[in-house]
C-alpha cells in the first residue's frame, strides 16, 4: 500500500491496484497501461506512484493513474521493495538491487557485496542504505548501494520480511524470529521479545513512538514497554502490510481487503467497497442457496444464483474456508488451521466441530451416506459418523498424509495427495490402498467422476481418467492447453477444468477432447467451479466469482 494526503493505493495479488480518495470508504481500479496485476510494492515521490510486479517496475503520474514500464527489460523481475530518497530510487527485487538516480528513467545494478539475490525489503536510515534479504538477513551500503556489507550480529533469523526506521532505531521483521532492534547502525542486533505466538513478521511500520508489527495472527503493537495485540474489529489476522498517515493506520490483509484504524489500532473497521480482489476457494449448493468459501474472507452466501452474495460468517473464527460440503442437515466448512465448522441455519451462524480432529488444515471435505470424510495437510484423513459431533482418524496403509482432495463415488472413497498419487479405500475409509498404474504425476489437485468413471487434475500433465475404479489411468488432454489443472467438476458426461493461467475448459465426453470455455471470463486461474441445473459458477484467485447459463 501507499498513502499520501488523500491519495490511498492497493496493490492486489491477481487483480492489479486500487486507488482510493477518502480514506479507503471506495475504491476503484486503476490498472490502465499495467500488464502484470501482481502487485508486490508501492511507492510515491512527489507527484510521481512507483509500483512493483512480477513484471519489474511501473510509473505513473498520481493526478491522472496510466501506467509505463519503466525498463523493458524487467519483465521476469519481481519486485519486492521500493524506497525513495529524492529523485534516487532503490528496488529490492528477485535478482539483487537496482538503483536509479533519475527518478526512475534510468536502472542500473548495485549488488557488490550483496551474497543473497532476493531482497524483501529496502530502507534509508540517514546517508546509508539497509537490504532485508530472503536467507542472508541484513546488508548496508554508505555509497548508495555501490558496495554492501552484511550486518547480521546477534540476528538469529536471516529471512527479513520488512524493515523500518524511526530516529536513530532501525527495525527488522524476520520469519519465525519476530522483531529485532538495532540503535547502532546496525552493527549489533537485539531481539524485541515477542514471545512463540507471532513470530511471523510480513511487515513494520512506525508511527510516533509506537512501531506496528503485520503477523500471520494479526496486529501488534510495541509502545516502548512490551508488544500488545490491536486486532478488534480485524476479522482478517494474516496481515500482509501497514501504513499510516497522520489521522488513519490502514492494514493490507490475506483475502480480507483493507482495514482502517482511526485510534491508533485499537480497533479496526473494513474498507472494501469497490475493491474486488476475492479469491473463491469452494463452492457448495442446494435449491436455491449457493454458498462460496473464499481464502480470507470467510463464506458468502447468494440466494438468487449467484447474482448477489451477502456474508455468512458469524461464529466463523477462521476465515481461509478451504472446502465446503453438505447434507440433509447442514453445511461443512473445513479451513486452513481452525478445522471444521458447522452451519444448520444456512450459514446466520457456524460452531466449531473439532473433536478427535488433531490436525485443523482441512483442505477437502466430501459426504458418502451418514459419513463425512475431512483430508487435511499432514494429518491425513479422518472420518465422522454423527454428523461432525466427532472424528476418528482412519489412515490405514495410507503412506502420505497430506491430501488435497477427496471425492466419493458410490460407497468407494478416493483420496488425492500432495506427493503420492491417489488412494482408494472400499470400506468406508477403514483400509487405503494406492492406484496410481498409469498416472505421470503424483501431485494431485482435484478429483471427481460419477459410478462409471473418474477424473485427476494435476499442475503440470493435466487431466488423467479412470474407467475402472482407479485400477489404471491414461492421460486425457486434447485440446488442452493448459496443463496446470486446479479444479475438476463432473455433471453427467459433462466436466469441466478450471486452470491456472488457461481459465476454464469443458469437456462433453468424458474428458476424452476439451475446448476452451472462456468467453468473457476476465480471469486466467479459476479455482473452484460449480454446476447447477441451470448455471455455472467460476471461482477465481482475485475476480470472484463468475456466472454463464448452463446448457
Do not use: C
Not at 203 to 210: H, I
Not at 300 to 320: C, H, I, R, V, Y
Not at 360 to 389: C, E, H, L
Amino acid at each position: 500500500m501507499a498513502v499520501e494526503d488523500e491519495k490511498l493505493f492497493a496493490g492486489t495479488q491477481g487483480n492489479g491496484i486500487f486507488f482510493s480518495t477518502d480514506q479507503g470508504a471506495n475504491w476503484k481500479e486503476v490498472n490502465e497501461g499495467l500488464t502484470s496485476n501482481n502487485i508486490y510494492s508501492l511507492a510515491i515521490s512527489g507527484t510521481k506512484i512507483f509500483a512493483g510486479t512480477d513484471g519489474g517496475i511501473f510509473v505513473s503520474s498520481t493526478d491522472d493513474i496510466r501506467w509505463e514500464p519503466t525498463d523493458s527489460r524487467w519483465n521476469d523481475i519481481m519486485v519486492f521493495s521500493i524506497a525513495i530518497d529524492h529523485e534516487n530510487l532503490y528496488a529490492g527485487t528477485s535478482r539483487g538491487i537496482f538503483y536509479s538516480e533519475d527518478n526512475g528513467i534510468n536502472w542500473k545494478e548495485v549488488n557488490q557485496g550483496l551474497t543473497s539475490s532476493t531482497v524483501n525489503s529496502i530502507i534509508i536510515s540517514g546517508t546509508d542504505l539497509f537490504a532485508g534479504t530472503e536467507d542472508g538477513g541484513i546488508f548496508r551500503s554508505d555509497d548508495h548501494g555501490a558496495n554492501w556489507i552484511q550486518v547480521n550480529n546477534g540476528l538469529t533469523k536471516l529471512q527479513v520480511n520488512s524493515l523500518a526506521v524511526s530516529g536513530s532505531a532501525i527495525y527488522a521483521g524476520t520469519l519465525l524470529g519476530g522483531v529485532f532492534m538495532s540503535d547502532n547502525n546496525g552493527e549489533s542486533w537485539q531481539s524485541m521479545g515477542m514471545g512463540e505466538t507471532s513470530t511471523n513478521i510480513n511487515s513494520l511500520f512506525t508511527k510516533g513512538a509506537n512501531i506496528f508489527a503485520g503477523t500471520e495472527e494479526g496486529i501488534f503493537v510495541f509502545d516502548g514497554t512490551g508488544w500488545k495485540a490491536v486486532n478488534n474489529g480485524l476479522s482478517n489476522h494474516f496481515v500482509y502490510t501497514l501504513i499510516a498517515d497522520e489521522s488513519y493506520v490502514y492494514a493490507g490483509t490475506n483475502g480480507g481487503g483493507v482495514f482502517l484504524s482511526a485510534d491508533n489500532g485499537e480497533n479496526w473497521d473494513q474498507i472494501n467497497e469497490g475493491l474486488l480482489n476475492t479469491h473463491i476457494s469452494s463452492f457448495a449448493s442446494r435449491n436455491a442457496e449457493i454458498y462460496a468459501g473464499t481464502s480470507g474472507s470467510g463464506v458468502f452466501l447468494s440466494q438468487d444464483g449467484g447474482m448477489n452474495w451477502k456474508e455468512a460468517s458469524s461464529g466463523l473464527t477462521n476465515p481461509f474456508v478451504f472446502s465446503l460440503a453438505m447434507n440433509d442437515t447442514g453445511i461443512f466448512a473445513g479451513t486452513n488451521g481452525g478445522g471444521i465448522f458447522l452451519s444448520t441455519d444456512k450459514g446466520s451462524s457456524w460452531n466449531e466441530i473439532n473433536s478427535g480432529l488433531t490436525n485443523k488444515f482441512v483442505y477437502s471435505i466430501t459426504v458418502s451416506g451418514d459419513d463425512i470424510f475431512a483430508g487435511t495437510f499432514g494429518g491425513g484423513i479422518f472420518r465422522s459418523s454423527d454428523n461432525g459431533q466427532n472424528w476418528n482418524s482412519v489412515n490405514q496403509d495410507l503412506t502420505n498424509y497430506y491430501i488435497s482432495s477427496l471425492t466419493a463415488s458410490g460407497t468407494d472413497i478416493y483420496a488425492g495427495t500432495f506427493g503420492s498419487g491417489v488412494f482408494r479405500s472400499l470400506d468406508r475409509g477403514e483400509n487405503w490402498e494406492e492406484v496410481n498404474s498409469g498416472m505421470i504425476n503424483a501431485q494431485i489437485f482435484s478429483l471427481t467422476g460419477s459410478s462409471s468413471f473418474l477424473l485427476a487434475a494435476t499442475p503440470g500433465d493435466g487431466v488423467f481418467l479412470s474407467t475402472n475404479k482407479g485400477d489404471s489411468w491414461k492421460p486425457v488432454n486434447t485440446g488442452l492447453t493448459s496443463g496446470n489443472i486446479n479444479t475438476l467438476v463432473v455433471k453427467n458426461s459433462t466436466v469441466l477444468a478450471g486452470t491456472y493461467g488457461g481459465g476454464m475448459y469443458q469437456s462433453l465426453n468424458k474428458g476424452n477432447s476439451w475446448s476452451e470455455f472462456n468467453s468473457g471470463l476476465e480471469s486466467n486461474d479459476v479455482y473452484s467451479v460449480l454446476m447447477s441445473d441451470k448455471d455455472i459458477l467460476a471461482g477465481t484467485s482475485g475476480r470472484g466469482v463468475w456466472k454463464r447459463a448452463g446448457k
